[in-house]
């Protein structure tokens, strides 16, 4: 059950993420860069996250501080996630957009579930299923679909474009290995916190000396970066960090946090007025049946009461059912058979001169 809840959580925050164009817009609108706006995001994630583990730690703690405070693991567990997983991975994501175009960088970002299957093996010992790699063929076809809506004619290759774009998605997965490791180490909220802290901290340096950020300073750009902050940022990453310390699968959580491509369609279809082809409600349906298809136990489901039943009507021989219930019938007529308590002396005179096998039976 808490790996359900877990999953929920992943999900939930997989759909926040799919709101972040409507932040990512109106800033790069103002003037800002991509290493700009993923570091303003970082840093109001962070600054948001402050007030919430101060008080968290006076209220439970008696220590205001007490949430705040990291051991040398948890240190570099948080800093690899906040400088590799989630700095490096938009870095690369950038440069490979820059070198191969978006269409390409995006459908190879979307690797990441391939790594992730890869590595919950390799250091959780995670079973391979077939639902599994179906899941994944999905998921991946699904994420391409969505993105170029079936449309690969703007696509280049490049072997460094390629190898970054991989590497990005590499990068995705390790988040949900290494947030695996974290959140048993510490508290969920402490992990987000200091992975917002050490990114905006790399991302800052990435995009010094933000001149970008200086000539859009004003209460537009301040209220934007707090609500990026809040919602698709500190909401989400809460959720996912919580998510994924319930003990769900890291190789599930790639596919599950995917669903952030189907709620970006959804809401660039729905707010930006981008058109919606087939291949993009396709993708759309394929990236949701996979995070379907992930969390089926199909042999579970074989065994249950249900599929039993639904076996046994599929090979029901109609015609032997009916040639017993009328014997059923003939018996009942020529009362060898007991008359159902149910059954009143007038229905039964009734069904009788209507020599009726059919209605006798409705009537039981």
Known sequence: MAAANGYMMVLAAGLMWGTIGLFVNPLSALGLGSASISALRMGAGALVMLPVLLALGRKEQGDPMAYLRLNRKQTLLCAIMGVFCLSLSNTCYYESIRAVGMSTASVLLYTSPI????????????????????????????????????????????????????FAGFLGALLALCGK???????????????????????????FPLADVRTALGPTLAGLALAFGALPTSAAYILYNRGISTGVEASKIPVIASVETAATVVVGIGVYAEPAGVFKLLGIVG????????????????????????????????????????????????????????TTVSSRTALLASDDWEAWLAVR
């Open 115 to 166: 790594f992730g299957c890869v590595l919950g093996r390799l250091f959780y010992s995670e079973k391979v299923s077939r639902a599994k790699l179906e899941a994944l063929a999905l998921n991946v076809c699904g994420c391409v679909l969505a993105v170029t809506n079936g449309d690969f004619s703007s696509m280049s290759f490049s072997v460094y474009g390629a190898a970054i774009g991989v």
């Open 181 to 207: 490791a974290a959140n048993r180490a510490c508290q969920p909220l402490t992990v987000t916190f200091y992975e917002f802290a050490f990114g905006c901290v790399a991302m800052t340096a990435l995009a």
């Open 287 to 342: 990236v949701l049946a996979s995070i379907v298809v992930m969390n089926i136990d199909f042999q579970r489901v074989r065994q249950s009461r249900t599929a039993e039943r639904l076996r046994e009507a599929a090979s029901m021989d109609l015609g032997a059912w009916s040639a017993e219930k009328h014997a059923a019938y003939l018996a009942f007529k020529d009362g060898e058979a007991p008359v159902e308590p149910a």
